[in-house]
């Protein structure tokens, strides 16, 4: 029987009493004991970005003197080599939506012989695939179909946060500087994804001012597309954290009980998808989360930081294996790319090669 946005609803707001009930039927639809995560280098190429939201730190004024214009190629391929001589398998290629808009970015490009961001970027990607065990997966925000084309053959997965449907939250400090978050934006790309058969992740963020309904609608947008397509191989359930210089610096964070009905409902929902909760940002509930039917840790580095969160280090791997074996689980490495879409028909012939490496 279909789960209605009523049922969604009843997890959500479900008091004390019936939470243990609900985290065991999440723990039924999980797929094995096995608990995985993808061993990876972190690279930002710019942290320019056409969007301002409330509560990022990752994002950066041009002129400012923290601020990273571009990446070159010379210090991309240093981060690559790295993480291929420490047995990484996934190069996370990530920045700025529509960085190359500014001027300073799109002149950076130009001296090194590129007229946009996404050209450089599969060239990045092209050279990590010849040159490393590396895969790419690539986070570059909202894109035409035509741009997500010409990406797909050169990265085994790709990503974009859903992060809500709600276009009220569009009219609120978290959303109100950012164009690129505009839901119906972000439901085409993923859509676009889809018909192009791109394994991809997607995911929401608890705790910007959304309601459990609009949660609920979030959830129901993501199952919708996924039973048309079937390309999405992972849902993260990602807390908003508050950081001192953000706008939303004194926005409530969301309690733990809202994050572990959040799981709930997402494994319950989504029995045929991974489901992470970030682990460096969760550390020590991060055991409660797999009982609550998570079931993936994502990306974690031995080398690069999260530049998104700079302030919550990657746990280390024997301490992810520790709280996950400590459960009775196993813990498992995973390419950037989930094994059921390692196949000629959601990946190129050069991709699908360099997954076999």
């Keep these: ?23 065991e039927k999440a723990c039924f639809k999980r797929d094995g004991e ?9 690279i930002p190429l710019t942290n320019i970005c056409r969007n301002d939201c409330g509560y990022c730190t990752f994002r950066q004024n041009p002129q400012d003197p923290q601020s990273n214009l571009l990446l070159d190629p010379e210090e991309v ?33 130009n001296k090194i012989g590129y007229e946009n961001i996404l050209d450089y970027l599969h060239s990045l990607c092209v ?17 035409e179909k035509s741009e997500l084309k010409m990406l797909r053959d050169v990265n085994a997965s790709m990503g974009l946060m859903l992060e809500t449907t709600s276009e009220r939250i569009m009219n609120t400090v978290a959303h109100q500087h950012s164009p690129g978050k505009d839901p119906k934006k972000r439901i085409k790309t993923i859509e676009n994804a889809g018909k192009l058969k791109i394994p991809f992740t997607t995911g929401l963020l608890i705790g910007i001012g959304e309601t459990v309904e609009e949660r609920a609608d979030s959830l129901l947008e993501i199952r ?5 397509y079937q390309h999405i191989q992972e849902i993260i359930i990602q807390n908003f954290r508050s950081k001192p210089g953000i706008a939303m610096q004194d ?17 319950i929902l989504f029995p045929d998808c991974g489901v992470q909760v970030p682990p460096n940002l969760n550390l020590e509930a991060a055991q409660i989360f797999l009982l609550a039917g998570a079931d993936d840790w994502g990306g974690v580095s031995p080398l690069t930081p999260d530049y998104v969160n700079p302030e919550a280090p990657w746990p280390e791997v024997d301490d992810l294996r520790y709280i996950t074996e400590d459960l ?30």
């Design 1 to 23: 029987m279909p789960i209605s946005k009523d049922d969604i609803i009843s997890i959500l707001k479900a008091n004390g009493d019936h939470i243990p009930a609900l985290m």
């Design 224 to 228: 919708k597309i996924q039973d048309k």
């Design 127 to 143: 050279e990590t695939l010849d040159k490393t065990n590396l895969l790419p997966h690539s986070n570059p925000g909202v894109l």
């Design 77 to 109: 391929n240093k981060i690559v080599a790295n993480g291929h001589n420490h047995g990484c398998r996934e190069a996370l290629f990530t920045f700025g939506e529509q960085a190359d808009k500014d001027p300073l970015v799109l002149e950076a490009l």
């Design 328 to 357: 009775g689980f196993k813990l498992e490495e995973r390419l950037p790319v989930y094994d059921k879409f390692i196949n000629s028909e959601f990946l190129s012939a050069e991709v699908l090669v360099s997954c076999l490496k």
């Design 34 to 42: 096995s608990i995985t995560f993808s061993k990876n280098v972190f």
């Design 251 to 267: 926005h409530p964070e969301p309690s733990l009980a809202e994050m572990i009905k959040m799981v709930v409902a997402t494994r």
